[in-house]
């Protein structure tokens, strides 16, 4: 059965930072490419992020130079580290695996707030 379980969420301050991770279970995690979204409340699911299965990098324009997504082949393990957080960062943020198939994990809420 395939999982991907997201973790690292909070609450923190604007200009603070998290480090999300999502652990995959149940795929050939070095053959799919791993990404992050994050939903708002009433807002569509928005796209955050994306490493390769060769670990090339992109991410939206607005957490480029603050957000960086890497993985970890040997624990399954992919990561969004977060930094200069902002309030308009605030979401429940969503890993996906794409590759032979998609999946999604459940997601990990985010709140940035004075």
């Known amino acids: 059965q395939v999982q991907l379980v997201e973790s690292g969420g909070g609450l923190v301050q604007p200009g603070e930072s998290l480090r999300l991770s999502c652990a995959a279970r149940?795929?050939?995690?070095?053959?799919?490419?791993m990404h992050w979204y994050r939903q708002a409340p009433g807002n569509q699911r928005d796209y955050v992020a994306t490493?390769?299965?060769?670990?090339?990098?992109s991410y939206i324009d607005s957490v480029k130079g603050r957000f960086t997504i890497s993985r970890d082949t040997a624990k399954n393990t992919v990561y969004l580290q977060m930094n200069s957080l902002k309030p308009e960062d605030t979401a429940v943020y969503y890993c996906?695996?794409?590759?032979?198939?998609?999946?999604w994990g459940q997601g990990t809420q985010v709140t940035v707030s004075s």
């Open positions: 490493i390769t299965s060769s670990a090339t990098t």
């Open positions: 996906k695996a794409t590759g032979e198939f998609a999946y």
């Open positions: 149940g795929i050939i995690f070095s053959s799919y490419a």
